[in-house]
Nanobody
Framework: QVQLVESGGGKVQPGGSLRLSCAAS????????MGWYRQAPGKQRELVAA???????NYVDSVKGRFTISRDNAKNTVYLQMNSLKPEDTAVYYC???????????WGQGTQVTVAA
């Protein structure tokens, strides 16, 4: 059974930092592209950051220079370090595991991030 369990969300003031974690089980973690998505109320879910099995990364323009995605294959965990948070970063953040070749795609349950004074 595949599980992706996110943690680390919460409420933070503008300019603050949070680190999200996503622990995976039931998959060969090291061969998956791992991604963080977010969905704000009334908006579509968007890709925030992704890291491939080869450690290549990409980010949505709005978070470049502020967020950093990383992975620890020994712990089957992907992280999203979020700095200089803005109110517009408020959303539910979801972890995703994707393997294009095998057409596998898995989602976590989401964790709320709220940026407000």
């Amino acid at each position: 059974q595949v599980q992706l369990v996110e943690s680390g969300g919460g409420k933070v003031q503008p300019g603050g930092s949070l680190r999200l974690s996503c622990a995976a089980s039931g998959i060969i973690f090291s061969i998956y592209t791992m991604g963080w998505y977010r969905q704000a109320p009334g908006k579509q879910r968007e890709l925030v950051a992704a890291i491939t099995a080869g450690d290549s990364t990409n980010y949505v323009d709005s978070v470049k220079g502020r967020f950093t995605i990383s992975r620890d294959n020994a712990k089957n965990t992907v992280y999203l370090q979020m700095n200089s948070l803005k109110p517009e970063d408020t959303a539910v953040y979801y972890c995703n595991a994707n393997h294009v070749l095998f057409a596998y795609d898995y989602w976590g349950q989401g964790t709320q991030v709220t940026v407000a004074a």
